[in-house]
């Protein structure tokens, strides 16, 4: 609870004064899976501009939600973690995923969100409070400073 409140008050008093997030949670304590977990999410975005062009994949639910970007150089960005803000963009939550018949034969997914795969967006992002569930399958829940879609638009270039 400590750890919430501390995290809590840094980011209010960051936003009153008009000063980005900074990472103060301590992930010491942390499993080194879940360490690894949210050094994997946040080091790409510590290279990339802002905002920046991404490809969408499609949403998927597996052992975790995805919810996945791939930038114009090929490198993967994950949002699934945080409360992200997608506008009126219809997308969903298996916009990548296959369908199949009752044969086992794939159809097309006729969702309006898989018909957002393959398309660019412009994708402004900022850090926020958030929780990365680890490890294994365990489905544990641990706090942590996570990149976020604050705003994404089409990209019209």
């Known amino acids: 609870m400590r750890l919430f409140i ?23 304590s942390y499993p080194s ?11 790409d975005f510590e290279k990339i501009d802002n905002p920046f062009v ?3 994949l499609g949403s998927e639910l ?3 939600f995805y919810f996945p970007f791939q930038g114009l150089d090929g490198t993967y960005y ?3 973690y945080s409360n992200n803000s997608l506008g009126d963009i219809p ?16 159809l097309e997914n006729t969702s309006e969100g898989a018909k957002l795969v393959g398309r660019k ?3 402004t992002w900022e850090y926020e ?7 294994d399958g365990q489905n544990i829940s641990y706090p942590a400073f996570l990149p976020r879609i604050s705003h994404i638009e089409y990209d019209t270039k």
Not at 11 to 24: A, F, H, N, P, R
Not at 33 to 43: D, F, G, H, T
Not at 91 to 106: H, R, S, T, W
């Open 6 to 28: 501390a995290a809590f008050t840094c980011l209010l008093s960051s936003v009153m004064y008009g000063q980005g997030v900074i990472d103060t949670l301590d992930y010491s």
């Open 33 to 43: 899976q879940a360490r690894s977990e949210i050094m994997s999410v946040k080091v």
């Open 54 to 56: 991404a490809i969408y």
């Open 62 to 64: 597996h052992d975790y």
């Open 78 to 80: 994950d949002f699934a």
């Open 91 to 106: 997308f969903g939550e298996d916009d990548g995923l296959l369908e199949y018949d009752d044969d086992g034969n794939i």
């Open 121 to 123: 967006f412009l994708i």
């Open 129 to 135: 409070l958030s929780y990365i569930v680890c490890c």
